[in-house]
């Protein structure tokens, strides 16, 4: 039986807000049982504000969530990726400013900082959201949907109006080893042109070439060029992940995304919570695929560091 887990230390960080621009203090810590993913805002009378869905309260540039309070947290999806990823149920997210911080635009940070705290098994078995019947949702040229799969797999496509985005498509299983291997590294990205209008908007203050992939109109800017193949789509798959994770399980189906997005993605996520046959929550004791699908362990770290900053 597959047991819930969460992380077995406490771990701290700073970064930099991405709309906000200024520093933000960022502590993870293990929470009980059936907790899931709590944010919690140190900065305004400790509010808790739970990752799910229902919570979801703007998905423009990025998802944010808020409490029954108006408490917001924004830029949860990269973290949220990869506590889905390394299969963590659990965790309490301390935050002293309503976005979460951007490190270097990917999951990557995260994942090294989860790493490093280390994961445990806790005592109730690990529950996951089984897609039982295709649910779609469209607006004009974009789609989402879930389809039944006895396992967690993405396809995503995108094409933008531009030499270097034209085209790209990945399809991945995903598995605790192909997220940190083949998708927690892809930095979000942005056009130069619209980063500058979201400057003047008084968005994207901490926004630079150290947080994300500045596209030119011939060219990418960053000077080592890009971590993948396809790096773009890939990272329209982490925020996929992210915002898939605040179903407040892991899914067994299969997610489609054609040039989706934040505001698509929980629009699907909605229609999906609101037809009940379409979905079921089970266990490992009682369903047979599971343990063909079980995480992989996570990598060790020679030298576990207590905290780190970027
Ligand atoms: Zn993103």
């Given at each position: 039986m597959l047991l819930q887990r969460t992380l077995k230390n406490t771990i701290r960080c700073t970064g930099i807000g991405l709309h906000g621009g200024n520093n933000v203090y960022l502590s993870l810590r293990p929470a009980p049982e059936n907790t899931g993913i709590v944010f919690h805002r140190?900065?305004?009378?400790g509010a808790l504000i739970p990752a799910?869905?229902?919570?979801?309260v703007n998905t423009q540039l990025c998802s944010t969530i808020a409490n029954a309070d108006g408490v917001k947290v924004s830029t949860v999806e990269h973290l949220l990726a990869a506590f889905a990823g390394l299969g963590v149920d659990n965790a309490y997210v301390d935050l002293d400013s309503p976005e979460v911080p951007i490190m270097d635009g990917s999951a990557a940070p995260f994942v090294f900082l989860i790493q490093c705290a280390g994961i445990v098994e806790q005592r109730l078995p690990k529950q996951w959201l089984r897609i039982k019947k295709s649910i779609s949702v469209s607006d004009e040229d974009k789609h989402a949907s879930f389809h039944p799969c006895d396992h967690f797999r993405i396809s995503f496509h995108i094409d933008f109006d531009h030499p270097l985005l034209s085209e790209q498509g990945v399809e991945v299983a995903v598995t605790e080893t192909t997220f940190i291997?083949?998708?927690?590294?892809a930095r979000t990205f942005g056009f130069l042109k619209d980063l500058e209008t979201l400057r003047a908007n008084?968005?994207?203050?901490?926004?630079?070439l150290d947080n994300a992939i500045v596209i030119g109109d011939f060219r990418i800017?960053?000077?080592?060029?890009?971590?993948?193949?396809k790096e773009f789509v890939r990272h329209k798959i982490i925020d996929a992940i992210g915002d898939l994770y605040l179903l407040g399980r892991p899914i067994l189906g299969h997610f489609k995304g054609i040039r989706s997005g934040h505001a698509m993605n929980n629009r699907l996520m909605r229609k999906l919570l609101a037809r009940a046959d379409a979905w079921e929550l089970v266990e490992t004791n009682n369903h047979a695929s599971f343990a063909e699908f079980a995480p992989a362990p996570a990598p060790r770290i020679r030298q576990p560091v207590a905290a780190f900053s970027i």
């Open positions: 140190i900065d305004a009378g799910r869905v229902e919570n979801v291997k083949d998708i927690s590294r008084g968005l994207a203050k901490g926004g630079s800017l960053n000077e080592g060029g890009l971590r993948y193949d």
